[in-house]
């Protein structure tokens, strides 16, 4: 196993990983701006307005993307798996 293909490997589970975990926190970041946004106009400092909704909008967010994150992540595995021989060796 070379060194360039370990940093090949090392790039594209970072890549995985940063595309898998991109919808959810992305929702999470704008529900929750959102919401902010709405304390600080309203001046509502309730602590579970903050946390409910944005628990929604992620679970709304996997429901969504769940199947292309899964997609993602069984090319991945594939790819890994296809090339175990050349990996080992």
């Known amino acids: 196993m070379t060194p360039e293909m370990i940093m090949s490997i090392a790039r594209e ?3 995985t990983a940063m595309l898998l975990a991109a919808p959810p926190l992305g929702i999470g ?3 929750g701006l ?3 946004i709405f304390q600080a ?3 509502v400092q309730e602590q579970t307005l ?9 679970l709304l967010s996997l429901l969504i993307f769940g199947p292309w ?3 993602v992540l069984n090319n991945f ?3 890994i798996l296809s090339n ?4 080992i060796s």
Do not use: E
């Not at 903050?50 to 992620?58: L, N």
């Not at 175990?84 to 990996?87: E, G, P, Q, W, Y």
């Open 13 to 15: 589970t970072l890549l």
């Open 29 to 31: 970041l704008l529900v």
């Open 34 to 36: 959102v919401i902010s």
């Open 41 to 43: 106009v309203t001046q």
């Open 50 to 58: 903050t946390f409910v909704p944005k628990i929604f909008a992620i």
């Open 69 to 71: 994150m899964l997609k």
């Open 77 to 79: 595995a594939v790819n």
């Open 84 to 87: 175990l021989n050349n990996i």
